[in-house]
Nanobody, 125 residues
Framework: VQLQASGGGLVQAGGSLSLSCTAS????????IGWFRQAPSKEREFVAA????????FYADSVKGRFTISRDNARSTAYLQMNSLKPEDTAIYYC???????????????????WGQGTLVTVSS
């Protein structure tokens, strides 16, 4: 699966931003999409995921209630709506894809086969 992430930018704390991840190469409905982020000098961390075949969505505790993952299978695109942004949300955001996934492994980078190039989100205080 080839992935293209977009939508990053600079936003003030408390603001909103929407990221997109467009996929190609496989039927999108059969792909689990995950969003991860990596801040400077930190490890890549799980943000949210949307399970394949209309399965559940998952969120990191740090973004629960503020971020929403969604997908449009007809457009082969997943979205990450980010509200009430905080300076600590500043990071490069990556989307990733997996064709096989179990719920217990959904937050691990090793569970994903393909990665997009990342898009930078900067939240100013």
């Amino acid at each position: 699966v080839q992935l293209q992430a977009s939508g990053g930018g600079l936003v003030q704390a408390g603001g909103s931003l929407s990221l997109s991840c467009t996929a190609s190469g496989r039927p999108f409905n059969g792909v689990t999409i995950g969003w991860f982020r990596q801040a400077p000098s930190k490890e890549r961390e799980f943000v949210a995921a949307s399970k394949q075949y209309g399965g559940a969505t998952f969120y990191a505790d740090s973004v629960k209630g503020r971020f929403t993952i969604s997908r449009d299978n007809a457009r082969s695109t997943a979205y990450l709506q980010m509200n009430s942004l905080k300076p600590e949300d500043t990071a490069i955001y990556y989307c990733a894809a997996a064709t096989r996934m179990i719920n217990s492994a959904i937050s691990y980078t090793q569970s994903y086969d393909d990665w997009g190039q990342g898009t930078l989100v900067t939240v100013s205080s």
